[in-house]
């Protein structure tokens, strides 16, 4: 079956990095385009970043020119590089994959909390 599986959140201070990555299976990840998106509670669930198929990425206005999105198809993984981290990133972020099919579900997120 489809699944991802987040992991790299973790504490940091404001101005820090983290690298988040998300091993994707069950599918084609090639043929896939892959995002990344952050949720905090009581709010919906927001896109950050795209990386389509042929690697071409997109960014969200909050994060362009700090999170970088890459991934290795050979490795079913995508990664998100953070960087210059704010305490609004403070979130549980998840990937997934587009188009997504109904029986896809979402994984756990790897949480990301950033405060001095």
């Known amino acids: 079956q489809v699944q991802f599986v987040e992991s790299g959140g973790g504490l940091v201070q404001p101005g820090g990095s983290l690298r988040l990555s998300c091993a994707a299976s069950?599918?084609?990840?090639?043929?896939?385009?892959m995002l990344w998106y952050r949720q905090v509670p009581g709010s919906q669930r927001e896109s950050v970043a795209r990386?389509?198929?042929?690697?071409?990425?997109t960014y969200a206005g909050s994060v362009k020119g700090r999170f970088t999105i890459s991934r290795d198809n050979a490795k079913n993984t995508v990664y998100l590089q953070m960087n210059n981290l704010k305490p609004e990133d403070t979130a549980l972020y998840f990937c997934?994959?587009?188009?997504?099919?109904?029986?896809?579900?979402w994984g756990q997120g790897t949480q990301v909390t950033v405060s001095s």
């Open positions: 997934f994959r587009d188009p997504s099919l109904s029986y896809d579900t």
């Open positions: 069950g599918f084609a990840f090639s043929s896939y385009d």
């Open positions: 990386i389509s198929s042929g690697g071409s990425t």
